[in-house]
């Protein structure tokens, strides 16, 4: 499985942006997708995920409200929609694929929260 993310940049905070990560394979409909962070000098920290199976969406406390995970299978990509961004949301966002036997990792996309 490979996986691409974009959409990340800079924006003022009350911003918004949406990520996309666009992933290969045949059973993407069967992947458990999310998202995950990393800000500088902090260790990479969950954000999002929505399973394959039901659509169930989980959200870390910090983000409920103001980011939103979907999915279109029929295009084999998730997106993370992200409303009212803040400073404390900048970070190197990936997209991870979990399938029965491995995750897999896209490359990360930037995001820059400016006060």
């Known amino acids: 499985v490979q996986l691409q993310a974009s959409g990340g940049g800079l924006v003022q905070a009350g911003g918004s942006l949406r990520l996309s990560c666009a992933a290969s394979?045949?059973?993407?409909?069967?992947?458990?997708m999310g998202w995950f962070r990393q800000a500088p000098g902090k260790e990479r920290e969950f954000v999002a995920r929505?399973?394959?199976?039901?659509?169930?969406?989980l959200y870390v406390d910090s983000v409920k409200g103001r980011f939103t995970i979907s999915r279109d299978n029929a295009r084999n990509t998730m997106y993370l929609q992200m409303n009212n961004l803040k400073p404390e949301d900048t970070a190197v966002y990936y997209c991870?694929?979990?399938?029965?036997?491995?995750?897999?990792w896209g490359q990360g996309t930037q995001v820059t929260v400016s006060s």
């Open positions: 394979g045949r059973t993407f409909s069967t992947y458990d």
């Open positions: 929505i399973r394959g199976n039901d659509g169930s969406k």
């Open positions: 991870v694929a979990t399938t029965s036997t491995s995750n897999y």
